[in-house]
């Protein structure tokens, strides 16, 4: 439990020291009162305020009715939807198309908690349809989106890409780390699932974000497009 609490620690200065540099590129590069600046730190912020509980949740600060799934499920289902919103608004696609992948993506997370939540059939049968809705989700990135960019500029496509084939990657791995879990197969203990989730968060959500506003602020056909949707 000790190490959890270190883990959790270290996961939340790292979320709130993004969160920190993205508040100051915004500051440097760019402004606050534009969506695209501010939701970056509000990301950080969200997901490092999230690993602060943990924390607190670990080493019996915080009592009922928190839990670090409650938490973490609490995190995933506010941070998540952002990055897919990102990822829509990126690739250009309209309005009924965006919503649709950030509905779907909150129904995958409310799904899944009721994998670690629920037991017996019931668990399973919340896990085989939350890997259904990230099936769907991942067709609209893998093929809906891209179709979307492809009148876009190569830069624009080529960070599109970066994104999209980051989150993808990453998050391939929660659905295969939950099923080993002890709340799976049990092919690992808690504490290693609880270190494993950690790293994958940190990498999903600081280097999304870190990513994007770099080579966002460098592509000028992509703030321009940015700033006309924006205004639809």
């Not at 009162?33 to 607190?56: C, D, K, N």
């Not at 994007?212 to 205004?231: G, H, K, M, P, Q």
Request: charged letters at 10%.
């Amino acid at each position: 439990m000790a190490q959890e609490v270190i883990w959790y620690g270290v996961g939340a200065g790292t979320f709130f020291l993004a969160a920190t540099v993205f508040v100051w590129f915004a500051a440097t590069r760019g402004t606050l009162g534009s969506s695209f600046y501010y939701l970056p730190p509000l990301h950080a912020t969200v997901a490092g305020t999230a690993y602060a509980a943990m924390a607190l949740t670990a080493s019996g600060q915080l009592g009922d009715p928190f839990s670090v799934t409650l938490l973490r499920f609490a995190d995933w289902i506010i941070s998540t939807p952002i990055i897919t919103y990102y990822l829509a608004r990126l690739a250009g696609v309209d309005r009924q198309t965006r919503w649709l992948a950030v509905v779907a993506n909150v129904a995958m997370i409310g799904v899944g908690y009721g994998f670690v939540g629920l037991s017996g059939s019931l668990r399973w049968g919340a896990f085989a349809l939350s890997s259904v809705i990230f099936l769907g989700l991942l067709y609209l990135y893998v093929k809906t989106f891209d179709r979307a960019i492809r009148s876009t500029t190569a830069a624009v496509r080529s960070l599109f890409l970066s994104l999209r084939d980051l989150t993808v990657l990453t998050w391939l791995l929660y659905p295969v780390v939950y099923f080993l879990s002890p709340v799976g197969i049990a092919v690992f203990v808690s504490r290693d699932l609880n270190f494993i989730v950690a790293i994958l968060d940190t990498v999903a959500k600081v280097g999304f974000m870190s990513i994007l506003l770099v080579r966002y602020n460098s592509i000028d056909t992509f703030v321009e497009s940015w700033s006309l949707t924006s205004a639809q």
